[in-house]
């Protein structure tokens, strides 16, 4: 038996966790991140100290921003390892619910520990505690079960051992993985008990890779075997299994082509003969023509949200069919599917042992070949620069770096016009390269999460691209990069205002309101003059070497100096069409967003008609 606080055997139970996939073994919990306040610094800060040999821990400034960083280092780490994040009570608890949000809608792992209440309740309330009338045993913690994919509150030091064991099963399961929370009354995080030794050995976690069920696998294959217009549609399912040698595999020998999802870019390298690029709202022109045509689409490790279905209005062929490889039946079923329950590359290899080789005819290779090619010149005249010595515009920005990069490099982002205009136009050299978080697509989430996928992949060039209203959201973990010496790249396009939100409200009749930066006249409106905002200048307060770019031209030599910097580095730019989005080609699918269905305004019922043609369009698959 071994006599310790509840807090200290916990820090020695996951110090000794580890997950194993093909025969390959990690830590399950890597590191600790924390913000030290009373609900937690004599607890789990004492015991982080007391083990410090056995628990790395790293300091952030804002809690929701360690669970961005925790994240980060997840899907970098294909979710085979993760982090924990320790909080105090109140406040501190309550920064933690976006953050896991976020990872429990991606299905990435985060552990996180905020302190509670007094269990004992020597006194009520205490600091920070929220009254609940009509409740003793509610506290601000609650607001966590909603987005975790498991609860617990350890009210006695014993319930500690089948709640941890609980937690980290979660956490290693590649179905039901997400945030998972356990809160600690600060009370019983200093309790000592005697713990058995059995507790604190070393516990191995198989991540399992089910193989496809016989009769699904043959309904499959048959209806694959049937198409004579399949598309696959790859998700993120593709990385988190390691499945991109098979789906390679299996396109090249079939002759199927591939579109993925903002989570599935970069399974197959952009020039893969097979790869169509992205799919949906912010898809190419050639895979939504695939799309809209095909008579049987597999999804391979995708959800179907919104933006990939354009919001039910992109799959129009009459017949269509959809085949559903997912390792979560709630997914497989989607679509009205053919499900193939199974990890995405052992369907793969039994699909593949099924279907014929050059399963399509060379016609369909060669019309989706050529419309590849038609879409890469867009690409190409968007991305450059007529005029070197002009302002960029946004996709130039994008050019003048995908000129420099290789795949080494991991570009993050997540919120704005960004999202669009990389899933369109990026061209992805490597499977983790393209790390967009459009799961719950978060502004702020990139510069803490850049911090954490550059601690899961040391030395490569990690770039975290931003917004001005982005940047604004989350800056504060520039100082913990700085702290911790971590030399990520941060690009930030400045545009003055919330440029895609804006676009968006000009569509839908919403005339761009309260999405730009500018001075309110004594009359209630905003002048044309942006506000005096000196986001450059922020960024170095913070410890950060900035890199002032004017021109396309010194957008280039500031991209190859930060991409060689050994320090954290910010490359600043400010973008041309500051009224619009990006100067990207459009939208080549409609997404949902419900207009006023009465309004005085011209600009509200010209998009309502807008609207009414769209949604006619809208198609359950039954």
Not at 157 to 186: F, K, M, S, W, Y
Not at 478 to 484: F, W
Not at 604 to 620: F, G, I, P, Q
Request: glycine share 8%; with cysteine.
């Amino acid at each position: 038996m071994s006599t310790l606080t509840v807090a200290q055997a916990l820090v020695r139970f996951l110090a000794a966790q580890y997950t194993e996939r093909d025969g390959v073994r990690r830590r399950l919990i890597a590191a600790t991140w924390g913000i030290f306040g009373h609900g937690n610094v004599a607890g789990i800060g004492q015991a982080l100290v007391e083990h410090g040999e056995e628990m790395p821990y790293h300091q952030g400034r804002n809690e929701q921003a360690m669970v961005h960083a925790a994240v980060g280092y997840a899907r970098q780490s294909n979710r085979l390892s993760a982090h924990a994040v320790t909080t105090s009570i109140g406040p501190g608890a309550t920064n933690l619910v976006t953050g896991a949000a976020l990872a429990t809608v991606n299905h990435l792992p985060v552990l996180l520990l905020p302190g509670d209440t007094f269990a004992t309740r020597p006194a009520d309330p205490v600091l920070q505690q929220l009254e609940v009338p009509y409740a003793g045993d509610v506290s601000v913690n609650d607001c966590l079960r909603p987005v975790s994919t498991y609860f617990d509150r350890i009210t006695r030091p014993e319930a500690l051992i089948p709640a941890a064991l609980a937690a980290v099963r979660v956490l290693a399961d590649p179905v039901q993985t997400g945030a998972v929370t356990l809160a600690l009354p600060q009370d019983v995080q200093a309790e000592a008990y005697d713990w058995p030794e059995e507790f604190f050995a070393e516990r191995v976690w198989r991540v399992r890779r089910p193989v496809p069920d016989d009769a699904e696998l043959e309904a499959a294959a048959a209806a694959i075997g049937r198409a004579t217009r399949p598309l696959i549609v790859a998700g993120g399912g593709v990385k988190y299994s390691g499945a991109e040698e098979a789906l390679a595999t299996f396109a090249s020998l079939t002759g199927i082509p591939v579109a993925s999802t903002q989570a599935g870019k970069g399974a197959l390298r952009h020039d893969h003969p097979q790869d169509v690029g992205a799919v949906g709202h912010t898809g190419t022109a050639v895979a939504d023509h695939l799309a809209r045509t095909a008579d049987v689409v597999i999804g391979v490790g995708t959800r179907w949200t919104d933006f990939t279905t354009a919001s039910g209005t992109l799959f129009t062929h009459p017949d269509v069919r959809f085949v559903n490889l997912s390792i979560a039946a709630f997914d497989s079923h989607k679509m009205a599917a053919l499900p193939l329950v199974a990890d995405a590359r052992e369907g793969l290899e039994a699909l593949h042992a099924l279907l014929d080789p050059h399963h399509v005819t060379e016609h369909y290779v060669h019309e989706y070949a050529e419309e590849k090619l038609r879409w890469e010149a867009r690409v190409t005249a968007a991305c450059t620069a007529a005029d070197e010595a002009a302002r960029p515009t946004q996709p130039q920005v994008l050019g003048a770096l995908d000129t420099l990069v290789t795949g080494d490099d991991i570009l993050i982002n997540a919120a704005g016009s960004l999202p669009g205009d990389l899933h369109k136009l990026w061209r992805a050299r490597s499977a983790d390269q393209y790390h967009v978080e459009y799961g719950y697509s978060c502004m702020g989430y990139e510069i803490p999460a850049a911090i954490g996928v550059a601690l899961a992949a040391p030395g490569r060039p990690v770039w975290a691209l931003v917004g001005d209203g982005t940047y604004l959201m989350n800056p504060t973990e520039i100082v913990t990069a700085v702290q911790e010496g971590l030399p990520i790249k941060v690009v930030i396009l400045q545009n003055h205002g919330y440029a895609s939100i804006g676009g968006l409200s000009e569509a839908v009749g919403g005339e761009r309101y309260g999405t730009a930066y500018r001075f309110r006249a004594p009359d209630g409106t905003f002048t044309g003059d942006p506000l005096p905002v000196d986001l450059a200048a922020n960024a170095a307060s913070l410890g950060m070497r900035v890199l002032t770019a004017r021109t396309v031209r010194d957008l280039r030599e500031a991209f190859a100096d930060a991409r060689a910097s050994t320090v954290p580095t910010c490359v600043y730019v400010e973008t041309e069409t500051a009224d619009t989005v990006s100067g990207a080609p459009p939208a080549q699918a409609w997404w949902d967003v419900p207009v006023a269905e009465t309004s005085t305004r011209a600009s509200a019922v010209k998009a309502r008609e807008e609207y009414d043609r769209h949604v006619t369009a809208r198609r359950r698959h039954l």
